[in-house]
Each structure stands twice: as structure tokens, then as C-alpha cells.
């Protein structure tokens, strides 16, 4: 019933280019076996974040819930909500980095970059870099035995 509703209310209002554009690409994997992460891959890739918007049209495609949908987003890390800073400092926080000083790293590097609103740093837990720990991603730039200092150099680099 409440799905005949939403068809209903949908038929009155229009859908917006983004959220079209959501459709389009839900309905290229609705058919496939176990779309949503396909299905979300791809919204991130062409609109760059999973707004709630999205996460309704998603649902509404596949038949699922919007909290089915919304825990899949937020359970992964790589599924963005919002749009992405200027500039990102992924720090790997994962078992062996740890070991060898990730964690005073990301201490490090969230009171470094805290006053400045388009760097955004996120916490990863693995790049396959183990052995060359800490290890972080600047701007998607993979990089070993990450220092504070190092990440400075890196965004001396920056124009802002
Ligand atoms: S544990 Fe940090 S890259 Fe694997």
C-alpha cells in the first residue's frame, strides 16, 4: 500500500536530473545478482557522494528499504555521503600500521589538517601496503612509512 503511495506521489512530482540520472543507473543493474554495491559504485562514480536522495531512488528500484540501503552505504568506507573536499589524507588504520605508529599518525594528522575545511582525512584499514607502514593516501596517491612530516611536504605543495 504504502508502495502504491510513493508511485502515486512520484507521478505528481518530477524527478530531478540527479535523481533521474540515480534511476537510470539502478535500473542498468537491478537484473544483475546482488546489484546495490554495483549500483552504488556507479552512483559515486558519475555524482561523486551517495546523497539521500539517491538512497531513496535506489531503494525504490531494487525494492528494498531506504535503510537497507542506507546501512550497505554506511557500513563501507569508501561510499562517500556528502560531497568530497579539496583535498583528502586517508591514513591506514589498520593492524600492522598500527603497529609501527598509525594511530599517532591519525592523531597527528586530524590536529595538522583540524583548521582546515577542505582537506578531509579519513581513517582506511588496509591499502596492501602492510610492509611499508604506516601507510597513507594523499590525494590518491599511495605512499609508505608515512610521517607527519611527509604529509606536510605534501600539502605545501597544495595552492589553496
Ligand atoms: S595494514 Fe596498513 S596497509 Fe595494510
Known amino acids: 500500500m504504502a508502495r502504491a ?7 505528481l512530482t518530477p524527478r530531478s536530473a540527479r535523481g533521474e540520472s540515480v534511476r537510470v543507473i539502478a535500473q542498468r ?3 544483475e545478482r546482488g546489484p ?14 551517495i546523497a539521500d536522495e ?9 525494492n528494498l528499504s531506504v ?14 555521503r556528502s560531497p568530497a573536499a579539496d583535498h583528502e589524507v586517508q591514513i591506514c588504520r589498520a593492524e600492522a600500521c598500527q603497529a609501527v605508529g598509525a594511530a599517532d ?25 602492510c610492509a ?3 601507510s597513507a593516501s594523499i590525494d590518491g596517491r ?10 606536510a611536504t605534501a600539502e605545501s605543495g597544495w595552492s589553496r
Open 5 to 11: 503511495g510513493r508511485q502515486q506521489t512520484e507521478a
Open 29 to 31: 543493474y537491478a537484473r
Open 67 to 80: 535503510a537497507e540501503v542506507h546501512g550497505t552505504v554506511s557500513f563501507y568506507h569508501d561510499f562517500r
Open 36 to 49: 546495490l554495491l554495483e549500483i552504488l559504485h556507479a552512483v559515486q562514480a558519475e555524482h561523486g557522494h
Open 132 to 134: 611499508l607502514g604506516p
Open 105 to 129: 599518525l591519525w592523531a597527528a594528522t586530524e590536529q595538522h589538517f583540524a583548521h582546515r575545511e577542505d582537506v578531509e582525512v579519513r581513517e582506511v584499514f588496509c591499502f596492501g601496503n
Open 142 to 151: 599511495l605512499r609508505g612509512h608515512v610521517t607527519i612530516d611527509d604529509i
Open 54 to 62: 539517491d538512497v531513496a531512488e535506489i531503494a525504490d528500484v531494487l
